[in-house]
């Protein structure tokens, strides 16, 4: 079967930096993705991830490991906006998104 | 840009109605447009894939005469959860795809909150 595996909830301290790891089983590869939830709203698109290797964009950077099957997500100089849930999402062969449950993370002052 | 809306944003109704909803891309064309449900912290599971002028794609397990898709245009869906019961209750997403990306980026409508008494 397939399966995304995410921690379920993290905490951290504004300012650090926090890491979120993805582990995923998939039939296929065709990217993976990093989405952003606040509570009571839709996901927003973070990163994509097709090619091994670190991808940064601001303050939110993602890594891919293919051979591995390992992403993560690494959030910097944390701000209390991020509060929120992380989903990762891998591409299978048919480009059909499978989703992890996310991963609620925590800002603490 | 790629806006998507659903309207409504929340909707309350009676056991045994049925509810519609509505998925518009603002400004541009959506090949393909999906429909998911999210149940509180759990995560976001697809029902059904459609595209313009042709039947739905539902996922094993969605019933396919009580969550009619339509999707008439290029830049509008429509669900609609016939003869709602207490158990439909949660947060329906849809999310549209341009088509233009390798990687066929989606974007997110802000959901529609569904409560059936």
């Known amino acids: 079967g397939q399966n995304i595996d995410q921690p379920t909830e993290m905490t951290a301290t504004e300012g650090a930096i926090v890491q979120i790891n993805c582990t995923y089983q998939?039939?296929?590869?065709?990217?993976l993705f990093w989405y952003q939830q606040h509570a009571g709203e839709a996901p927003t698109f973070l990163s994509y991830?097709?090619l091994d290797g670190l991808e940064e964009k601001g303050r939110f950077s993602s890594f891919l490991s293919r051979s591995k099957g390992y992403s993560y997500l690494l959030l910097k100089e944390l701000q209390m906006k991020d509060s929120a849930s992380y989903l990762c999402?891998?591409?299978?062969?048919?480009?059909?998104?499978?989703w992890g449950a996310g991963t609620k993370l925590i800002i603490k002052p | 840009g790629a806006v998507v809306s659903q309207h409504p944003s929340r909707v309350i109704c009676k056991s045994g109605t049925s509810v519609k909803i509505e998925c518009r891309s603002l400004?541009?064309?959506?090949?393909?447009m999906f429909w998911y449900r999210q149940f509180p912290k759990k995560s976001l599971m697809l029902m059904a894939t459609?595209?313009?002028?042709?039947?739905?794609?539902?996922e094993q397990g969605v019933e396919k005469d009580k969550f009619l898709i339509n999707h008439a245009s290029l830049t509008l869906s429509t669900l609609t959860v016939t003869s709602a019961h207490p158990e439909d209750s949660s947060f329906y997403i849809c999310s549209a795809t341009k088509g233009e990306s390798s990687y066929n980026e989606q974007f997110f409508g802000p959901g529609t909150r569904l409560t059936v008494l």
């Open positions: 998939t039939s296929g590869f065709n990217g």
């Open positions: 991830n097709v």
């Open positions: 459609s595209n313009e002028g042709s039947k739905a794609t539902y």
């Open positions: 999402a891998v591409m299978d062969s048919n480009y059909q998104l499978i």
């Open positions: 400004d541009f064309q959506a090949t393909t």
